[in-house]
């Protein structure tokens, strides 16, 4: 018997191999975790790399030439992530969205989601497949992306003045190849093309009105995101959080909004319109206003680990399993189990504390964005 050397980049957090209950359940699509929510959204990290160095995702003094990334042999492959996929949609996901690190530096992704858009519904109905990406590489792989089956991206987007925009990804790459990637996606039907705007304070909240005006009358929808405190390694600070009612305020006193109501049970994003028509934007509020009640997405690491919330600090490792000797109802009642069992409420937990206080003590060492998507 051989032994096998685990890579040292595979044991970065914490993981569990889950329990296979005895009783093997078929799924309901009605599972639910301990606060009623169901599981309707999977968010499927496919590589851990990216070609930014965003300072709140992956600062370049942490993610440097020599930070181990994950090795090729542990990431899951396509044929791997689709057997979860369709385990995850038997209970009741109807929303996939791929993410890294940056997506679109995970080799043949296209097949993937040519894979991913054969799945359906219990009722028959397709899976909304959606991408989030930097736009780097999104001009020469739109067409390709949406002939696979890929429905809608969104780009993140953190200003439009290049100096600005240089600085934040830290790898100097110039914002007007972004705004080409977002026209090429719009160009062959990936639409409507979500632009999300992470705001720190007094590192780019100058971009906030320059991006309202340049996107209104686009078609493309706006969303500017509060500074997160994901991860250990972004140096979160309270005071560089701009509450998402202070972007709503700056961007109504030019261009007149009214609030909308959401598109679906679970929507992160408040939804206010242009008064004269010119389209939305939307606010997501982790810091200041936590939605944590209705959460109804879980996340998939690169290398297959399970995690039922954004700050988590442990995981569920899937892979152990898929690469065991079970079955797939093993599989789908190993998942039920870690769903049923769901408790994370951390955004909650965090607005409770007192104001001098960053974070909830029990939070450990959480996942880094980078590694399981946003």
Same mark, same amino acid.
């Given at each position: ?58 600062? $370049? ?6 930070? @181990? ?65 930097? @736009?780097?590489?999104?001009? =020469? ?17 953190? /200003?439009?003045?290049? @100096? ?58 706006l969303r500017f995101i509060e500074y997160m405190d994901v991860g250990a390694t972004n140096g979160w600070r ?39 028509? /010119? ?39 899937? =892979? ?6 079970? /079955? ?12 049923? @069992?769901?408790?994370d409420r951390y955004s909650e937990q965090r607005a409770a504390l007192p104001?001098?206080? $960053? ?16």
């Amino acid at each position: 018997m051989t032994n096998k050397t685990i890579p040292l980049a595979d044991l970065r957090y914490a993981s569990r191999v889950p329990h296979i209950p005895a009783r093997l359940d078929a799924p309901t699509g009605l599972l639910a975790d301990t606060l009623g929510r169901p599981l309707r959204d999977l968010r499927i990290s496919v590589t851990d790399r990216c070609n930014f160095r965003c300072s709140y995702c992956m600062p $370049s003094e942490v993610f440097n030439k020599d930070y @181990a990334f994950l090795p090729q042999t542990s990431l899951l492959s396509f044929e791997e992530i689709t057997r979860l996929a369709k385990i995850f949609v038997a209970h009741g996901v109807e929303k996939i969205r791929l993410t890294g690190g940056e997506p679109l530096l995970r080799k043949n992704l296209e097949v993937l989601i040519e894979m991913l858009a054969k799945l359906q519904t219990p009722e028959g109905r397709p899976l909304d497949i959606t991408l989030t990406t930097n @736009a780097s590489l999104l001009a =020469r792989k739109a067409q390709a992306l949406k002939d696979a089956g890929l429905q809608r991206v969104t780009v993140s987007l953190d /200003g439009l003045d290049d @100096a600005v925009f240089r600085r934040m990804n830290d790898v100097d790459f110039p914002v007007a190849d972004v705004l080409g990637g977002i026209e090429a996606a719009q160009k062959v039907g990936l639409a409507p093309v979500k632009i999300n705007m992470v705001v720190k304070r007094g590192t780019n909240d100058s971009e906030i009105l320059p991006m309202a005006r340049h996107f209104r009358n686009t078609g493309t929808v706006l969303r500017f995101i509060e500074y997160m405190d994901v991860g250990a390694t972004n140096g979160w600070r309270m005071d560089e959080v701009l509450p998402s009612a202070q972007v709503i305020e700056r961007i109504n006193a030019e261009f007149p909004l009214l609030p909308i109501t959401a598109n679906y049970a679970g929507e992160t994003a408040e939804r206010w319109r242009y008064v004269d028509g /010119g389209g939305e934007v939307g606010v997501i509020s982790s810091v200041t206003k936590a939605f944590c009640g209705d959460c109804n997405r879980a996340r998939l690491s690169t290398e297959g680990k399970l995690f039922l919330c954004l700050f988590a600090s442990q995981g569920h490792d899937l =892979r152990a399993l898929l690469r065991g000797n079970y /079955g797939d109802d093993q599989l789908s009642a190993a998942v039920g189990h870690i769903w049923q @069992a769901r408790t994370d409420r951390y955004s909650e937990q965090r607005a409770a504390l007192p104001a001098d206080t $960053s974070q909830p003590e029990s939070s450990g060492k959480r996942v880094e964005m980078s590694y399981i998507g946003g």
